[in-house]
Nanobody, 114 residues
Framework: QVQLVESGGGLVQAGGSLRLSCVVS????????MGWYRQAPGKQREPVAD???????NYADSVKGRFTISRDNAKNTVYLQMNNLKPEDTAVYYC????????WGQGTQVTVSS
């Protein structure tokens, strides 16, 4: 059974940084385009960034220049480095496959105080 486990969230002041991790277990990982998503209270889940199997990346306009997605296929892990965080980045962050999707994990809470 495929399992996604996100971690690395927390409470940080505006301008601070966090690095999120997502470990994918139970499946071959390297072929899959992977994405990070977030869901703020009262809002729909939205895509934040994605990375292809070869390392090409895309970002939502709201995070361009501040967030960096990366992956380590040997570790079945996707990362999201978040710098210069803003209060509007507050949300639960999730990862998932795009080429092949999986059941959502529990996510990791990111709270940015002003």
């Amino acid at each position: 059974q495929v399992q996604l486990v996100e971690s690395g969230g927390g409470l940080v002041q505006a301008g601070g940084s966090l690095r999120l991790s997502c470990v994918v277990s139970g499946t071959f990982f390297s072929f899959n385009r992977m994405g990070w998503y977030r869901q703020a209270p009262g809002k729909q889940r939205e895509p934040v960034a994605d990375i292809t199997s070869s390392g090409s990346t895309n970002y939502a306009d709201s995070v361009k220049g501040r967030f960096t997605i990366s992956r380590d296929n040997a570790k079945n892990t996707v990362y999201l480095q978040m710098n210069n965080l803003k209060p509007e980045d507050t949300a639960v962050y999730y990862c998932n496959g795009i080429t092949r999707g999986y059941d959502w994990g529990q996510g990791t809470q990111v709270t940015v105080s002003s």
